[in-house]
């Protein structure tokens, strides 16, 4: 452990030492120019906002030209004019943008759902009205009149789940088109009286050059994006506006499923009706309530299928509005950047929203012969608060309860009875950012809380309560173009000793392994505190070179997985990348990068658990075709969690190869392929898969994206189980011949700016065969036929009559241990249709019918008409659902 610190501290100075050509480069030292526009109060009638800038008081504005691409040629004046104008007065920010094009009859005026970003001329405004550098608000429309508005957090992040009630109307005329806006100051954050300076930037997007242009540069090759923003200056007097909406919505639902008529819970069709709301409370100018009572987000889109192999559970994207919107804020760095040894660690942080109103986590009882289980907890109620306080502390809070759930069941003697599967829950969460040096520094602290009432003995195998709490600093450095930020976490949790056992014997702990002296298995333990770090030091901007370096560590007690997400712990990392990036065109490329890539990892004990290279690249043509690789190596290293408990695995040299190309997006039809291999050389075990893609834009109303995918599995050593004999326990593992194929269909058709239909469906089928079965005779074995043995025909059978495997290897006829049969066949059709019709300025009518069909077999072939056949002949289940709201301003 030292030696790997004291590399990493080397590494760290080395690379924090400026590259040739960073000193004395009076260029880059230069002072940047100030880009300040005034906006002007109305004395008299507000602008009418209908695109076309005739009213007398705009020739009066400043106006904000000379744009500047930062694509394709950065650094360039756009080659086309735009102008900017603001004004204001006590209820709304406008905003009056003219578009000049010498070819009007080629604006490409899209038709699309809100916040579309796809093939379109676009026009936007951006305010940092905290002029905090760190975050804004940002507003666009485009020729046809579709919006998109965007929060932006931490300089670089957006948060497309952010929606605001504000107006824009656009209009094309002989001199390219125009766009008015009007943005109420109720949607905004600022502080309020007095003379004030927000930071203000305007972009234009120009589709079929695929310029993208800006007032204030945002160049491809200096790091930050609201930082680089310029001043608006002249408002004077914003007053403290009250804000008040109130969203109360009315949902039905029809639903139709497949059953057993004999279940007495069961109803063919299901009728269901509910109401709820969301308020918005403007308790100051900065600080801003939201709840949810009783929310419903049946719009919203299923999660893609999957079939998972592994220990560890799957993440998915949050896509609930309530969830989503405003989320940034909670954002908390606690991961690891690298994908290790098939462990990635990307998506782990103390807040992970889906949670929130997640599937009941107890079972039924043994005698439990029909039952009515709830697909997920009832969220009863969330609230978040957010906002900047007058200190200038970013704040965000957020709280939600989700019910206790009963299911009701019939048992075998015929009683009718029901039984808690999910308890009572409260779940919190804090966070707090201090910004200094104009946004260049901050300090920030997170907390975060589950608590459960565990009244039902049944469920004391939950934790009764988890904590998390944590520490992060980041400072901006060498013009804004690189950054040293740190975090620190612990976690605590609370339970019986039985909760406590099943963390420390579960995935990503496993105290139980033989050959883990450093972790510490306390049967009776009713508490585990544990931690985590990480240390970055990036540039990512300036000059050619970037780099970065990187350092992470957590305890074997971390544990954030009752409000957060984490896969494993029990790690020492560093990594470190070198890349060398161009960012302005040449003879007969736009753009291309290099990089380098290096990480390693031991456990708290010092075994090493990942050590690896990696090297990729990109680069984009002149016609705006794009290629890119990547290539991975991993050395021999031993694995924790292979043998799930037992000890660790060696695992020998490993490689993987990616490559892809895109062609023009800007084309009515445009591809993309991505294909993927892995090999293990010792074994010869490998995986391929490949993705083709085809985008299709027929009219500009209209888009469709058709996706296939195909991927084999062909693995020697995949873990089957482990059991239990006389002679200790026998880790047994199989060779498995997986296929599988899927196609992924979206369809957008918008009739107009406010009404619009999508289509999502995907057909999937996963087939995996297992034969080959074999045991670990001795975990370290260097090479493969010191680690396994595989079984011979005469030691092990499959029992037709049981539907088992049964393992014989001393040959006296008694099966030591037998296993169920692994092979599987899984067919999904998953697919939802949604009708959104915005009938007023955020009141929405949505339409949805959603329909999910799937069938399992013991058959692990794949057999492609057989099984297309099951995929559309599985009885569905659907779901036809009309959902109301209506937005109110009191």
Aim: hydrophobic letters at 40%; proline letters at 6%; charged letters at 20%.
């Amino acid at each position: 452990m030292r030696r790997l610190l004291l590399a990493f501290a080397m590494v760290f100075l080395a690379f924090a030492s400026p590259l040739p050509g960073q000193v004395g480069n009076s260029a880059a030292n230069a002072a940047p120019r100030r880009y300040v526009l005034s906006a002007v109060r109305i004395s008299g009638a507000a602008p009418i906002v209908d695109g076309r800038l005739d009213e007398p008081v705009w020739p009066t504005a400043p106006v904000a030209t000379d744009f500047i691409q930062q694509t394709p040629n950065p650094g360039q004046p756009a080659t086309v004019r735009t102008e900017a104008r603001v004004l204001y007065d006590e209820a709304a920010i406008y905003v009056g943008m003219r578009m000049y094009d010498p070819a009007p009859d080629s604006i490409a005026a899209t038709l699309a759902r809100r916040d579309f970003s796809g093939y379109s001329d676009f026009a936007q405004v951006v305010l940092d009205s905290y002029h905090d550098r760190r975050t804004a608000f940002r507003f666009g429309v485009n020729p046809a009149g579709v919006k998109k508005d965007v929060f932006h957090s931490e300089d670089f992040n957006e948060d497309t789940g952010w929606d605001a009630v504000w107006d824009a109307r656009t209009e094309i005329d002989s001199l390219g088109w125009t766009a008015e806006f009007r943005i109420p100051l109720s949607q905004l954050r600022y502080a309020s009286g007095g003379a004030q300076v927000w930071g203000i930037n305007f972009q234009r997007q120009v589709a079929r050059t695929n310029e993208r242009s800006f007032w204030a540069p945002i160049l491809p090759d200096v790091g930050g994006f609201v930082s680089k923003f310029g001043d608006l200056e002249g408002l004077v007097d914003l007053p403290a506006v009250r804000r008040i909406e109130v969203l109360p919505y009315s949902v039905g639902r029809l639903e139709r499923a497949p059953g057993d008529e004999a279940d007495p819970f069961y109803h063919r069709t299901d009728l269901f009706g509910s109401a709820g709301a969301d308020l918005k409370v403007g308790l100051t100018s900065n600080l801003t309530l939201t709840a949810t009572l009783n929310p419903d987000f049946g719009q919203v889109e299923a999660d893609p299928s999957v079939v998972n192999l592994t220990a560890f559970e799957t993440f998915f994207p949050e896509r609930r509005p309530f969830f989503v919107e405003g989320n940034n804020i909670f954002r908390f760095d606690i991961r690891y950047p690298y994908f290790v040894r098939g462990t990635h660690f990307r998506n782990d942080g103390p807040f992970y929203t889906r949670r929130i109103g997640r599937a009941p986590q107890a079972g039924l009882p043994a005698d439990a012969v029909y039952a009515d289980v709830p697909a997920a907890a009832n969220i009863l109620a969330a609230a978040k608060l957010s906002g900047k306080t007058a200190g200038g502390w970013s704040i965000g809070v957020m709280d939600a309860l989700t019910g206790r759930e009963r299911a009701p069941f019939r048992d075998t003697a015929g009683a009718r009875r029901s039984v808690e599967i999910e308890p009572l829950t409260n779940y919190g969460v804090a966070r707090a950012i201090r910004d200094f040096r104009r946004g260049q520094s901050a300090i920030g602290a997170i907390f975060s809380a589950t608590n459960r009432s565990l009244d039902d003995p049944r469920l004391a195998f939950l934790r009764s309560a988890a904590y998390v709490g944590g520490l992060d600093t980041r400072h901006r450095l060498g013009g804004g173009n690189r950054e040293l930020a740190a975090s620190f976490a612990a976690t605590h949790i609370r339970g019986s000793a039985a909760a406590i056992q099943r963390v420390q014997l579960g995935p990503g702990h496993y105290f139980q392994r033989p050959d883990a002296p450093h972790l510490d298995y306390d049967s009776t333990a009713t508490s585990l505190t544990g931690w985590a770090s990480s240390l970055r030091y990036e540039k990512f901007g300036g000059g050619h070179w970037r780099y970065g370096l990187y350092g992470h560590a957590r305890s074997p007690k971390f544990e954030m997985n009752d409000l957060g997400f984490q896969r494993t712990t029990d790690w020492a990392l560093q990594g470190g990348w070198l890349g060398y990036h161009v960012n302005r065109p040449g003879s007969w490329y736009r753009q291309w990068n290099l990089n380098l890539n290096n990480w390693a990892g031991v456990s708290f004990g010092g075994e090493r658990q990942a050590l690896g290279f990696n090297s990729n690249g990109f680069i984009q043509l002149k016609n705006f075709w794009g290629a890119y690789f990547g290539v991975d190596h991993e050395l021999p290293a031993y694995s924790p969690s292979e043998l799930r408990g037992g000890p660790s695995l060696y695992l020998p040299t490993w490689t993987n190869y990616q490559m892809g190309f895109f062609t023009d997006s800007r084309r009515p039809v445009s591809f993309e392929f991505f294909h993927d291999m892995q090999r293990e050389y010792q074994s010869g075990s490998w995986a391929y898969e490949m993705f083709p893609a085809v985008a299709v834009r027929p009219s500009l109303r209209m888009d469709l994206e058709v996706g296939p995918g195909i991927a084999w599995n062909r693995n020697r050593t995949q873990f089957v189980t482990v059991k239990s004999a006389a002679d200790g326990p026998h880790y047994v593992f199989g060779r498995i011949d997986q296929t599988t194929t899927l196609l992924t269909v979206r369809l957008n058709y918008t009739f107009t700016p406010d009404l619009s239909l999508q289509l999502y469906a995907q057909p999937f089928i996963s087939a995996g065969r297992y034969g080959e079965f074999k045991e670990v005779t001795d975990a370290r074995g260097r090479g493969y036929d010191d680690r396994f043995y595989t079984y011979s025909g005469s030691e092990i059978a499959f029992n037709d009559s049981t539907g088992r495997y049964e393992v014989d290897r001393d040959g006296n006829a008694t099966p030591e241990f037998s296993f169920g049969r692994p092979d599987f066949n899984v067919t999904e059709m998953r697919s939802n249709v949604v009708l959104r019709w915005e009938y007023r300025p955020g009141s929405t009518v949505f339409v949805v019918w959603s329909s999910g069909r799937g069938d399992f077999s013991p058959d692990g072939r794949l057999q492609f008409s057989r099984d297309v056949r099951r995929v559309f002949e599985a009885p569905a289940t659907n779901v036809f659902l009309v959902k109301v709201n209506y937005w109110l301003s009191l």
